[in-house]
Structure formats: structure tokens, C-alpha cells
């Protein structure tokens, strides 16, 4: 049966982050075997989107800008917007199921009171809020409500990790209502970096800034790396604006931009320690046969010495320490890179993935005719 399938996301699009990657990357896994998937997001992006979906924007707020992930004083109005214009694709296109990536966009769902209701659990609030005030105590505890009081209204909740999963059961969730389904990376886009042996390879960083992202960690640990190799190169490719860091900073305007800064031969840093949220640069990064280095709180993809390696979080010592091997060691990059790719082709294959999920949105969908 083919379901026709609004997917919303509270977010700018296209914008080369981890949150529209994974929106993206699902909507055309669904569309891949023959569902009508369209693709529901707020009013402005950054660069051109390829991806052949349907896309659909909400009004634009004009003092809204903001591309990367957080509050901003355009975000309440732009999802006000963003709820009229996922209850005008219902009603015009006829949607059967929605599929809301995130907080935001399952409240805009729920306003929208159209059933049912897949949500995609990117983060646990109470895990990810704190970072964007100082980890101040309240919004622990908002978080916690948060996590409480509304992924258990969707119908069906898609969680990308077992701990992301056990922690939404933990917090109101039923267990049947909780599925694990891997994030969909197409390997294919991805050009394998092919290894140099002469030179010393640059460390790199892709995605936002935010404190979340743990970035003081790689800095620190550039410092060190930096004592026993003056030259060593820091990278960052970001799409939002980066003054005053102690890297060379790449304007990322796009995917296709993305994919081509993958291709280089480099060491690929992840220093997040936040748990919840499932690092989607990790899975490109590996895709493109990068050695990754990360800490262990947030290295789901990576397996240590066997596709990468991982540190204890926060050790700036051990990040530095890992770092600097595999910059010295270009066996141990293509070794690491090659199984890290072939990781993704075998456990992240959208077609695969897509049947995962369209077995859980015709359940859903079944589901909801019989009590109708």
C-alpha cells in the first residue's frame, strides 16, 4: 500500500546538519520504494536542495535566520507558520500519516490533530536543553517534563539508539510504542577519502557550533597536538558564522559541499558527549572512510580499534593522545576508514531502513482506521 506522508521538521532546509540530514535522508528512503512523501519545513534554508522531494515551506518570519539548532526569538512564530502549513499539506494532499522529526515538530504535528503521529526521536530534552543555558538546573528539569509529557502522544516513537529508547520508555513511553531504527545513510553520495602517506593529514570538524557539540574538548586537545606538531591543521566546515576560533573555518553551504570536504584525507573529530542524540556527522564522516575519534558517551556508530577510536569523555589527554595516532599512522586511518564505511553500507541502508519504517507507518496507519 502507499501512503502519502507529510514529514515536518522545526527547522531551516537544506542546511548540512545532522537534524535535516536525517529528515532528508528518511523522507527519500520512504519515497525510494514508492510513498507519496511530503517534506514540510520553515521558510528558509541554506544553498540549493537536490533531493527531489516534495518541499513545502511555512510563511517566513522576516527576523528569522537562524540555521543553527537552539531558541531564538523567531522560533515561536516561525512554528505557528509551520503548523499552518502542515495543516494545509493535510488537507490538500490528503496525508495518511505524519512523521515529525524532533521536539518542535510533533507539537506542530499534535496542534495539527492529524493522526497518525510517527515521531522521531532525535534527543532527550532533558539531556540537550541544559546546554543551551549554561546548564542551568531549571531547564533539567524542563527537559525532563518535556520527555515526560509528549513523545508518549505520538502513536508510534522511532528512537535511533537503544539508550535514547529505554530513556523514553523510562519516561512515560509505552514499550511497544518505541521502535530502535537506524538513521539512513546513503554511502553512495560519499567519495572514499583515499589515504596520503606523505603528509601529515589536517584534523577536521563538520556541523554547528553549539555547546553541545563539546568543541572546547577538540580545542584543548589541539593545543596539545599542536606541542608535538606546530603545523597541524584544525578544520572546521559549518554553515553558521564562526569568528575568533583557533581553526581555518570552511563555509558549508550545502550537501554537495559537504560530501566534497568528506573526500579529503583527515582525521574526523567528534567530541560530543551528549548522550541522547545520535551524531549524523559521525555517520557521513564514516561513510566518506574517516578514522574517527570520539567519546564514549556518543560513539554509537563506532566500534573501538575496529572502526575508529574512542576516548573517555572529556580526556583531553586521551583526545589528543588518539588524535595524534592516527595523524601518524596512515595504515591505521585507511584500515579504520574502510571498515567504518562498510559499517554503513551494511547496517544504515536506506532501503533497508525503509522497509523498517514503512512497516511501523502502516501498522500505525492500520492501527488508527480500527479505532476510527
Request: net charge positive; with cysteine; charged share 20%.
Given at each position: ?59 517566513r518570519i522576516p527576523f528569522a535566520t537562524k540555521t543553527a539548532p537552539g531558541p531564538s526569538v523567531a522560533k515561536p512564530f516561525q512554528d505557528v507558520t509551520l503548523t499552518w502549513a502542515l495543516r494545509r499539506v ?63 502522544r505520538a502513536d508510534a516513537v522511532v528512537a535511533p539508539h537503544r539508550r535514547l529508547a529505554g530513556h523514553l520508555v523510562v519516561r512515560g513511553c509505552e514499550q511497544e510504542q518505541v521502535s530502535v531504527v537506524p ?142 595516532r592516527l595523524m601518524d599512522d596512515p595504515n591505521l586511518r585507511a584500515t579504520l576508514g574502510a571498515k567504518a564505511r562498510e559499517t554503513i553500507l551494511e547496517k544504515h541502508r536506506p532501503e533497508d531502513v525503509a ?18
Amino acid at each position: 500500500m502507499q501512503l502519502r506522508i507529510a514529514m515536518v521538521g522545526a527547522c531551516p532546509y537544506p542546511a548540512p546538519q545532522g537534524s535535516q540530514v536525517f529528515m532528508r535522508n528518511t523522507a527519500q528512503c520512504l519515497q525510494s520504494i514508492g510513498h507519496e512523501v511530503h517534506l514540510v519545513v520553515y521558510g528558509y534554508g541554506v544553498g540549493a536542495d537536490h533531493s527531489g522531494l516534495r518541499i513545502h515551506r511555512a510563511p517566513r518570519i522576516p527576523f528569522a535566520t537562524k540555521t543553527a539548532p537552539g531558541p531564538s526569538v523567531a522560533k515561536p512564530f516561525q512554528d505557528v507558520t509551520l503548523t499552518w502549513a502542515l495543516r494545509r499539506v493535510i488537507e490538500k494532499h490528503h496525508i495518511q500519516v505524519v512523521c515529525a522529526h524532533n521536539y518542535e515538530a510533533l507539537f506542530a504535528a499534535l496542534l495539527a490533530r492529524k493522526r497518525p503521529i510517527l515521531y522521531f526521536a532525535h534527543n532527550a530534552m532533558s539531556d540537550e536543553l541544559p546546554h543551551f543555558f549554561n546548564n542551568m538546573r531549571i531547564t533539567g528539569d524542563i527537559g525532563r517534563f518535556l520527555d515526560r509529557t509528549f513523545p508518549r502522544r505520538a502513536d508510534a516513537v522511532v528512537a535511533p539508539h537503544r539508550r535514547l529508547a529505554g530513556h523514553l520508555v523510562v519516561r512515560g513511553c509505552e514499550q511497544e510504542q518505541v521502535s530502535v531504527v537506524p538513521p539512513p545513510i546513503d554511502a553512495q553520495l560519499f567519495e572514499p577519502a583515499q589515504v596520503d602517506h606523505s603528509v601529515a593529514p589536517p584534523i577536521i570538524y563538520s556541523g554547528n557550533l553549539d555547546a553541545y557539540q563539546n568543541l572546547p574538548l577538540l580545542f584543548n586537545a589541539m593545543k596539545l597536538v599542536r606541542n608535538k606538531k606546530p603545523d597541524a591543521r584544525l578544520i572546521i566546515a559549518t554553515a553558521a558564522k564562526a569568528t575568533g576560533l583557533d581553526a581555518e573555518v570552511v563555509p558549508i553551504m550545502g550537501f554537495d559541499a559537504l560530501h566534497r570536504f568528506l573526500a579529503q584525507d583527515a582525521v574526523f573529530a567528534a567530541p560530543r558527549v551528549s548522550w541522547s542524540g545520535y551524531p549524523i556527522k559521525m555517520l557521513n564522516a564514516m561513510a566518506a572512510a574517516k578514522a574517527v575519534v570520539a567519546c564514549e558517551s556518543a560513539a554509537y556508530p563506532i566500534t573501538h580499534e575496529e572502526t575508529g577510536l574512542i576516548v573517555p569523555d572529556n580526556d583531553v589527554h586521551a583526545y589528543a593522545a588518539a588524535l595524534l595516532r592516527l595523524m601518524d599512522d596512515p595504515n591505521l586511518r585507511a584500515t579504520l576508514g574502510a571498515k567504518a564505511r562498510e559499517t554503513i553500507l551494511e547496517k544504515h541502508r536506506p532501503e533497508d531502513v525503509a522497509k523498517q519504517l514503512e512497516t511501523l507507518a502502516l501498522a500505525a496507519y492500520d492501527r488508527y482506521k480500527t479505532m476510527a
